[in-house]
């Protein structure tokens, strides 16, 4: 059975796997776009977006108290106190206005040593206000009065 067993195992060990992620998160954000594997920046995705909310959280927070409480979770997660740093003075702000998706993957093809399917992941610009959205999507996001006016225009 595989009942609650829902996270990357990566082909590794637990230890192996935390510091590979946390390297990578630091990569991520000192980079801000760093190629990898596509199943490795699968994994990534959701550990690096958390300590985004970390850094966001300790941003829009008055209290020092709590600004240190985030910082000190970043840290211990990261494992790289120049990278946590960087996150939280400089790349925070970027994303104050944003809820959520911090990251975007794109896939590169097949690696030529070893055929491995390598991906792009980088952290989205500031000015990107939305995420990219199907034709179908943008039609449903539509107040009523331009669909009624892109339908008689039809």
């Given amino acids: 059975m595989r009942h609650r ?3 990357h195992v990566l082909g590794v060990k637990t230890a192996h796997r935390r510091s590979l992620i946390a ?11 760093i190629t ?15 300590l985004v909310t970390f850094a966001k959280k300790a941003a829009q927070s ?11 979770l970043a840290i211990a997660k ?3 106190e120049d990278a946590a740093q960087l996150l939280f003075k400089t790349r925070a ?3 104050l206005a944003r809820n959520g998706g911090y990251t975007r993957i794109y ?10 399917e390598q991906a792009l992941i980088e952290l989205v610009a500031k000015d ?16 009523k009065a331009k669909k009624e006016a892109a339908a008689a225009q039809a």
């Fill in 5 to 7: 067993s829902n996270h």
């Fill in 23 to 33: 390297n990578l998160a630091a990569a991520l954000f000192t980079n801000a776009r």
């Fill in 36 to 50: 990898t594997t596509l199943s490795r920046a699968r994994a990534l995705r959701p550990y690096a977006e958390r």
């Fill in 62 to 72: 008055s209290d020092k108290a709590v600004k240190l409480h985030y910082y000190r």
């Fill in 78 to 80: 990261l494992r790289n």
């Fill in 93 to 95: 702000p970027e994303f």
């Fill in 107 to 116: 896939k590169l093809g097949a690696r030529k040593g070893d055929a491995a």
């Fill in 128 to 143: 990107d206000k939305t995420p990219a959205m199907t034709p179908k999507a943008k039609a449903a996001k539509q107040p």
